[in-house]
C-alpha cells in the first residue's frame, strides 16, 4: 500500500500497543500516514515525498545490546523526527545520550508536565506551564545528548521533551496519541503543520482507493468469500471488494431469524440489488430455534449459536470452488482489546461471537481491509461507498443477536414480541432526533411475567426492558437520559401495541458495573 507520489508522515512501529493511534490522529487533522515496519523502512529509496517521522513506543529497551533502531543516516536527511516514548529513547542513545532502566521511577498512567523552555513544538500545549500527559515506561533517558535541550520534565523523569532545533530532532517520554493527554493532539498538529509542513491531503476516498487497489493486488484473479451480517462493517468489507474484484467475491448471509424485525430481508435487498453483491441467502432460522430450545444459559446460547453459524458456513462455503481467501470486517480496536498492556490475556466476561471471525479450520488467507480503522472511519468510509443510511448508521448489534435479549428460554414467539416492543423503540429514536446520539440502544424481554390491568381485565405478561447508553468504543458505557416525555411515551406506545408485554422499565446502569448486553 505504499504510495511513493504523496506527501506523507512515516510512521514507524516499534511494536507499542497505540502506534496505529498516531496513525489515527495524524489522519483525523488531514494528513496522510504510513505505518512502516523497520524493514519496510530500510527498502526506501526515495525519501523527497516523507515529511516527517514519527518513531512509536515499543517493549524494546536500548539499554541492552541489541535493540532495534534505525539506520545512522536517516537522521541527516534533514526529515524533522519526533520519538514518542522508545522513540525518544532511541533518538537518546543514538546522539550519545543514556538511558537507564528506572526500576524505580517508572510512570504509567498520568504525569504531571512542567514547562522549561519554549519550543514550537509544544505552542499552546501547556496551560500555565504545566499539563496533564499519559506515561507508560519503565526506561527513563538520564543524560541529554549533546545538541539537544530539555524543553519539559515531570517529577520522575527530568527528559520527558527533549529537541535538537537545528537537526530537528523531537523526543518525547509520554503519549500524545491517547486521549488522556490533555491536548495531544495540539503537539501532533505542531509537529506536522509547523515542523514537518506537510499539507492537508488526505481524505477518505483516498484511503477508499488505497484499500482497493490492495485488495486487488492481493486477491488477483482469486476467489474471495465474506459471511455478511448486515451490520456496517460487513457491509463497508464486501462492497470494497466488490468493487476490487466484482464477481470474484461471493458472500454468505446466513437468516438465523434472530434478528431485528425486518432487517434481515431489508438488508439482503439493498446489499443485492443496490451494490449488486453476489449474495447466497441461507435460511436457517428453523435449526436455530431447534437448537436453542429449553436453553436458558447464556454462555450455552452463545456457544450454540457461534458453532451453529460455523457449520452453516463452512458447509455453504465448501460448495463454492476454488476459494483462497475469507474476508472479515476485524477493526482496529477488535485487535488491541484482544491483547492487553503487558501482552496478558484479559479475563474474559462473555464469548463474543463475530460473524467474521469463524472458519479456523478452513485454511484461507485473511483479507481484514479494515483493521487499521476505527468504527467511525468505517463509518465515514462507508460513507463515500455510498452505504444508505440505515445500515451506514445503524447502532451495533451483537452476533448472538436477540438470543441474548430474550433472557432464559428463546422461541419464535418471543422473538416476534421482542421485535415488535423493539422497532417501537427504535422508530420512536429516530423521529425524535435521539437515535444517533446514542451509541446502542435496544429492548430485551425479561424472563419474568407480572400482574397488570388492562380496562377491567387483569393481564399477567412479560416485562420488557429498554436500553440506551452512550459509549466511545463499547468497553465503557453510560446510561443514556432520555427525557422523562420521551419515557412515557414510548411506555404506552409498546404496551398498547404489543401483546404479550404489561411492563415496561429503563436500565439505568452503567458499564461497568454492568455491561451493554444482558446475557
Ligand atoms: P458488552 O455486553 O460486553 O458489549 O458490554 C459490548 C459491545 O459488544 C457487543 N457484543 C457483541 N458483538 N458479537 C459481537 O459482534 C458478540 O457476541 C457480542 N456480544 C456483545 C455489544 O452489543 C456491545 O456493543
Request: charged share 30%; with cysteine.
Amino acid at each position: 500500500m505504499n504510495d511513493i507520489n504523496k506527501e506523507k508522515i512515516i510512521i514507524i512501529d516499534f511494536g507499542s500497543q497505540v502506534t496505529k493511534l498516531i496513525a489515527r490522529r495524524v489522519r483525523e487533522i488531514g494528513v496522510f500516514s504510513e505505518v512502516l515496519t523497520l524493514n519496510q523502512l530500510k527498502k526506501i529509496r526515495s525519501f523527497k515525498k516523507i515529511k516527517g517521522l514519527i518513531l512509536s513506543g515499543g517493549p524494546a529497551t536500548v539499554t541492552k545490546k541489541l535493540f532495534p533502531k534505525i539506520p545512522m543516516q536517516i537522521f541527516s536527511k534533514n526529515i524533522p523526527i519526533l520519538g514518542i516514548c522508545y522513540g525518544l529513547q532511541l533518538i537518546a542513545k543514538s546522539f550519545g545520550g543514556k538511558v537507564k532502566s528506572g526500576n524505580k521511577k517508572r510512570e504509567f498512567g498520568r504525569a504531571i508536565l512542567k514547562k522549561n523552555k519554549n519550543s514550537l513544538l509544544t505552542k499552546n500545549f501547556f496551560k500555565k506551564n504545566k499539563t496533564k500527559v499519559w506515561m507508560s515506561h519503565q526506561d527513563i533517558v538520564y543524560k541529554i545528548p549533546k545538541g539537544f535541550n530539555k524543553i519539559a520534565s515531570t517529577k520522575d523523569s527530568a527528559l520527558t521533551i527533549i529537541e535538537n532545533k537545528k537537526k530537528k530532532l523531537f523526543g518525547i517520554q509520554f503519549h500524545p496519541e491517547v486521549t488522556h493527554t490533555d491536548n495531544g493532539e495540539v503537539l501532533i498538529k505542531n509537529f506536522i503543520f509547523s515542523i514537518c509542513k506537510a499539507k492537508k491531503m488526505w481524505k477518505m476516498n483516498y484511503e477508499k482507493g488505497r484499500i482497493i487497489k490492495a485488495i486487488k493486488e492481493k486477491v488477483k484473479k482469486e476467489k474471495v468469500i465474506c459471511a455478511l451480517s448486515g451490520g456496517v462493517d460487513s457491509s463497508v468489507v464486501a462492497i470494497l471488494i466488490h468493487k476490487a474484484i466484482k464477481n470474484n467475491l461471493k458472500c454468505i448471509m446466513v437468516d438465523t431469524g434472530l434478528l431485528r424485525k425486518n432487517e434481515f430481508r431489508y438488508t439482503y435487498k439493498i446489499l443485492k440489488s443496490k451494490y449488486k453483491l453476489n449474495i447466497k441467502l441461507i435460511k436457517a432460522s428453523d435449526l436455530y430455534f431447534k437448537k436453542l430450545k429449553n436453553i436458558y444459559d447464556p454462555e450455552k446460547k452463545r456457544k450454540i449459536i457461534g458453532n451453529l453459524f460455523i457449520k452453516i458456513f463452512e458447509k455453504e462455503a465448501k460448495k463454492i470452488k476454488n476459494v483462497k481467501f475469507l474476508a472479515q470486517g476485524t477493526l482496529y480496536p477488535d485487535i488491541i482489546e484482544s491483547r492487553s498492556a503487558t501482552g496478558s490475556k484479559t479475563s474474559k466476561i462473555k464469548s463474543h461471537h463475530n460473524v467474521g471471525g469463524l472458519p479456523k479450520n478452513m485454511r484461507l488467507n485473511l483479507i481484514e481491509p479494515l483493521k487499521e480503522l476505527f468504527k467511525d472511519e468505517v463509518r465515514k468510509l462507508g460513507k463515500s461507498l455510498g452505504l444508505v443510511d440505515p445500515i451506514l448508521n445503524k447502532h451495533p448489534f451483537p452476533g448472538p443477536g436477540l438470543a441474548i435479549r430474550i433472557l432464559g428460554k428463546v422461541s419464535p414467539k418471543k422473538v416476534k414480541i421482542l421485535q415488535e416492543a423493539d422497532n417501537i423503540f427504535i422508530n420512536e429514536l429516530i423521529k425524535k432526533n435521539l437515535y444517533k446520539k446514542i451509541w446502542q440502544a435496544y429492548a430485551a424481554l425479561l424472563p419474568i411475567k407480572t400482574v397488570g390491568v388492562m380496562g377491567d381485565s387483569r393481564t399477567y405478561e412479560f416485562t420488557c426492558l429498554l436500553r440506551a447508553v452512550t459509549s466511545k468504543d463499547g468497553m465503557t458505557a453510560d446510561y443514556f437520559n432520555l427525557p422523562k416525555d420521551f419515557l412515557d411515551e414510548i411506555s404506552n406506545k409498546i404496551i398498547n401495541s404489543v401483546r404479550g408485554i404489561n411492563r415496561v422499565v429503563y436500565d439505568i446502569t452503567s458499564k461497568p458495573p454492568s455491561t451493554i448486553e444482558l446475557e
